[in-house]
T-cell receptor, first 114, second 111 residues
Protein backbone atom coordinates (compact mmCIF):
# COMPACT_ATOMS: atom_id res chain seq x y z
CA UNK A 1 0.00 0.00 0.00
CA UNK A 2 1.41 3.43 -0.92
CA UNK A 3 2.53 5.54 1.99
CA UNK A 4 4.05 8.89 2.81
CA UNK A 5 7.68 8.66 3.86
CA UNK A 6 9.78 11.18 5.76
CA UNK A 7 13.49 11.59 6.39
CA UNK A 8 15.27 11.80 8.69
CA UNK A 9 13.32 10.20 11.50
CA UNK A 10 15.23 12.30 14.03
CA UNK A 11 17.20 15.49 13.46
CA UNK A 12 19.27 17.21 16.12
CA UNK A 13 20.52 20.72 15.41
CA UNK A 14 21.95 23.73 17.14
CA UNK A 15 19.90 26.87 17.61
CA UNK A 16 20.32 29.21 14.66
CA UNK A 17 21.13 26.46 12.18
CA UNK A 18 19.10 25.71 9.07
CA UNK A 19 17.32 22.39 8.74
CA UNK A 20 15.53 20.75 5.85
CA UNK A 21 12.95 18.08 6.52
CA UNK A 22 12.10 15.84 3.61
CA UNK A 23 8.93 14.08 2.60
CA UNK A 24 7.98 11.83 -0.28
CA UNK A 25 4.19 12.06 -0.71
CA UNK A 26 2.10 9.32 -2.25
CA UNK A 27 2.88 9.37 -5.96
CA UNK A 28 -0.44 10.42 -7.53
CA UNK A 29 -1.30 12.94 -4.84
CA UNK A 30 -1.55 16.62 -5.66
CA UNK A 31 -2.00 18.34 -2.29
CA UNK A 32 0.74 18.41 0.31
CA UNK A 33 0.79 19.52 3.93
CA UNK A 34 3.09 20.05 6.87
CA UNK A 35 1.88 19.79 10.44
CA UNK A 36 3.80 19.89 13.68
CA UNK A 37 3.24 18.58 17.19
CA UNK A 38 5.12 19.96 20.15
CA UNK A 39 5.56 17.32 22.82
CA UNK A 40 2.33 16.84 24.76
CA UNK A 41 0.37 19.28 22.62
CA UNK A 42 -2.06 19.12 19.70
CA UNK A 43 -1.16 18.47 16.10
CA UNK A 44 -1.04 21.91 14.43
CA UNK A 45 -1.34 22.82 10.77
CA UNK A 46 1.58 24.70 9.25
CA UNK A 47 1.11 24.93 5.49
CA UNK A 48 -0.60 23.43 2.48
CA UNK A 49 0.85 23.31 -1.02
CA UNK A 50 -0.78 22.75 -4.39
CA UNK A 51 0.28 23.34 -7.95
CA UNK A 52 3.73 24.49 -6.85
CA UNK A 53 2.54 27.20 -4.56
CA UNK A 54 1.37 27.67 -1.00
CA UNK A 55 -2.41 27.49 -0.84
CA UNK A 56 -2.85 28.13 2.87
CA UNK A 57 -0.61 28.74 5.85
CA UNK A 58 -1.06 29.22 9.56
CA UNK A 59 0.32 32.03 11.70
CA UNK A 60 3.01 29.62 12.88
CA UNK A 61 4.41 29.50 9.34
CA UNK A 62 6.39 32.74 9.43
CA UNK A 63 9.32 33.93 7.32
CA UNK A 64 11.63 31.40 8.94
CA UNK A 65 9.75 28.60 7.22
CA UNK A 66 9.63 27.73 3.55
CA UNK A 67 8.42 24.78 1.50
CA UNK A 68 9.47 23.48 -1.86
CA UNK A 69 8.78 20.68 -4.25
CA UNK A 70 12.21 20.52 -5.88
CA UNK A 71 11.36 17.60 -8.13
CA UNK A 72 8.48 15.32 -8.96
CA UNK A 73 8.67 13.33 -5.79
CA UNK A 74 10.05 15.28 -2.84
CA UNK A 75 8.36 17.91 -0.70
CA UNK A 76 10.57 19.76 1.76
CA UNK A 77 10.16 22.02 4.78
CA UNK A 78 13.04 24.36 5.52
CA UNK A 79 13.52 26.20 8.77
CA UNK A 80 16.06 28.94 8.15
CA UNK A 81 17.29 29.70 11.65
CA UNK A 82 16.00 27.23 14.20
CA UNK A 83 14.85 28.26 17.65
CA UNK A 84 14.47 26.14 20.77
CA UNK A 85 10.69 26.33 20.38
CA UNK A 86 10.89 24.70 16.94
CA UNK A 87 11.59 21.39 18.68
CA UNK A 88 8.65 19.18 17.74
CA UNK A 89 7.48 16.29 15.61
CA UNK A 90 6.90 17.41 12.04
CA UNK A 91 4.42 15.46 9.96
CA UNK A 92 4.00 15.57 6.22
CA UNK A 93 0.67 14.63 4.68
CA UNK A 94 -0.70 14.33 1.18
CA UNK A 95 -4.04 13.82 -0.51
CA UNK A 96 -5.06 12.92 -3.97
CA UNK A 97 -7.31 15.74 -5.13
CA UNK A 98 -10.30 17.85 -4.30
CA UNK A 99 -13.46 16.84 -2.54
CA UNK A 100 -13.52 14.40 0.29
CA UNK A 101 -10.11 12.98 -0.38
CA UNK A 102 -8.38 11.81 2.73
CA UNK A 103 -5.07 13.14 3.98
CA UNK A 104 -2.47 10.47 4.65
CA UNK A 105 0.30 11.22 7.08
CA UNK A 106 3.92 10.21 7.20
CA UNK A 107 5.63 8.83 10.31
CA UNK A 108 7.12 12.19 11.21
CA UNK A 109 10.53 13.73 11.85
CA UNK A 110 11.46 14.51 15.42
CA UNK A 111 13.36 17.80 15.42
CA UNK A 112 15.41 18.62 18.50
CA UNK A 113 16.93 22.09 18.70
CA UNK A 114 19.68 22.48 21.30
CA UNK B 1 -10.08 25.47 17.31
CA UNK B 2 -11.66 22.16 16.47
CA UNK B 3 -15.45 22.26 16.39
CA UNK B 4 -15.80 18.94 18.16
CA UNK B 5 -16.05 17.74 21.74
CA UNK B 6 -14.68 14.37 22.87
CA UNK B 7 -14.13 12.81 26.29
CA UNK B 8 -10.45 13.06 27.28
CA UNK B 9 -10.07 9.36 28.00
CA UNK B 10 -11.81 6.01 27.84
CA UNK B 11 -11.00 2.46 28.83
CA UNK B 12 -11.91 -0.73 27.02
CA UNK B 13 -11.26 -4.40 27.67
CA UNK B 14 -9.46 -6.32 24.96
CA UNK B 15 -11.90 -8.10 22.66
CA UNK B 16 -14.79 -5.84 23.56
CA UNK B 17 -16.26 -3.12 21.38
CA UNK B 18 -14.91 0.38 21.92
CA UNK B 19 -17.47 3.12 21.34
CA UNK B 20 -15.94 6.57 21.09
CA UNK B 21 -18.40 9.50 21.09
CA UNK B 22 -18.00 12.89 19.46
CA UNK B 23 -20.21 15.95 19.59
CA UNK B 24 -20.20 18.34 16.64
CA UNK B 25 -23.33 20.36 17.25
CA UNK B 26 -22.32 23.23 14.94
CA UNK B 27 -21.55 21.03 11.94
CA UNK B 28 -22.77 22.50 8.67
CA UNK B 29 -24.34 20.73 5.76
CA UNK B 30 -21.20 20.41 3.65
CA UNK B 31 -18.91 19.20 6.42
CA UNK B 32 -17.74 15.64 6.76
CA UNK B 33 -16.84 13.87 9.99
CA UNK B 34 -13.37 12.36 9.92
CA UNK B 35 -11.73 10.07 12.45
CA UNK B 36 -7.99 9.69 12.82
CA UNK B 37 -5.89 8.08 15.51
CA UNK B 38 -2.35 8.60 16.72
CA UNK B 39 -0.40 5.84 18.33
CA UNK B 40 2.29 7.21 20.64
CA UNK B 41 3.56 10.21 18.60
CA UNK B 42 3.45 8.35 15.30
CA UNK B 43 1.82 10.10 12.35
CA UNK B 44 -1.97 10.39 12.54
CA UNK B 45 -3.63 7.43 10.88
CA UNK B 46 -6.86 7.79 8.92
CA UNK B 47 -9.67 5.55 10.14
CA UNK B 48 -12.95 6.48 8.50
CA UNK B 49 -15.13 9.40 7.43
CA UNK B 50 -18.77 10.07 6.64
CA UNK B 51 -21.31 12.73 5.78
CA UNK B 52 -24.68 11.52 7.01
CA UNK B 53 -24.91 7.79 6.39
CA UNK B 54 -23.33 5.20 8.62
CA UNK B 55 -20.06 3.91 7.26
CA UNK B 56 -18.04 0.75 7.82
CA UNK B 57 -14.61 -0.32 6.70
CA UNK B 58 -12.08 -2.92 7.76
CA UNK B 59 -11.00 -0.85 10.75
CA UNK B 60 -14.17 0.57 12.23
CA UNK B 61 -17.77 1.69 11.91
CA UNK B 62 -19.01 5.26 12.06
CA UNK B 63 -22.50 5.99 13.27
CA UNK B 64 -23.75 9.54 12.64
CA UNK B 65 -26.99 10.70 14.26
CA UNK B 66 -29.80 11.81 12.01
CA UNK B 67 -29.38 15.46 13.00
CA UNK B 68 -25.60 15.05 12.41
CA UNK B 69 -24.81 16.74 15.70
CA UNK B 70 -22.92 13.76 17.07
CA UNK B 71 -21.25 10.57 15.97
CA UNK B 72 -19.75 7.41 17.41
CA UNK B 73 -16.70 5.54 16.23
CA UNK B 74 -16.95 1.84 16.92
CA UNK B 75 -13.97 -0.52 17.05
CA UNK B 76 -15.83 -3.83 17.12
CA UNK B 77 -13.17 -5.98 18.79
CA UNK B 78 -10.54 -3.77 20.39
CA UNK B 79 -6.99 -5.07 20.67
CA UNK B 80 -4.03 -3.78 22.68
CA UNK B 81 -2.72 -2.22 19.46
CA UNK B 82 -5.79 0.00 19.32
CA UNK B 83 -4.50 1.95 22.33
CA UNK B 84 -4.13 5.44 20.89
CA UNK B 85 -5.48 8.99 20.87
CA UNK B 86 -8.57 9.17 18.64
CA UNK B 87 -9.46 12.42 16.94
CA UNK B 88 -12.86 13.40 15.60
CA UNK B 89 -12.54 16.21 13.04
CA UNK B 90 -15.07 18.04 10.91
CA UNK B 91 -13.94 19.24 7.55
CA UNK B 92 -15.63 20.91 4.59
CA UNK B 93 -16.10 18.70 1.59
CA UNK B 94 -14.33 21.03 -0.82
CA UNK B 95 -11.40 23.36 -0.95
CA UNK B 96 -7.90 23.07 0.34
CA UNK B 97 -9.11 22.78 3.87
CA UNK B 98 -6.77 21.49 6.47
CA UNK B 99 -7.42 19.24 9.42
CA UNK B 100 -7.85 20.93 12.79
CA UNK B 101 -6.92 18.52 15.55
CA UNK B 102 -8.31 18.83 19.04
CA UNK B 103 -7.08 16.94 22.08
CA UNK B 104 -8.95 13.79 21.12
CA UNK B 105 -9.82 10.80 23.30
CA UNK B 106 -7.07 8.66 24.78
CA UNK B 107 -8.36 5.09 24.45
CA UNK B 108 -6.63 2.57 26.69
CA UNK B 109 -7.29 -1.06 25.81
CA UNK B 110 -6.42 -3.40 28.65
CA UNK B 111 -5.99 -7.19 28.75
Amino acid sequence: EPEVTQTPSHQVTQMGQEVILRCVPISNHLYFYWYRQILGQKVEFLVSFYNNEISEKSEIFDDQFSVERPDGSNFTLKIRSTKLEDSAMYFCASREGQGTDTQYFGPGTRLTVL
Amino acid sequence: DAKTTQPPSMDCAEGRAANLPCNHSTISGNEYVYWYRQIHSQGPQYIIHGLKNNETNEMASLIITEDRKSSTLILPHATLRDTAVYYCIVRPAFGYSTLTFGKGTMLLVSP
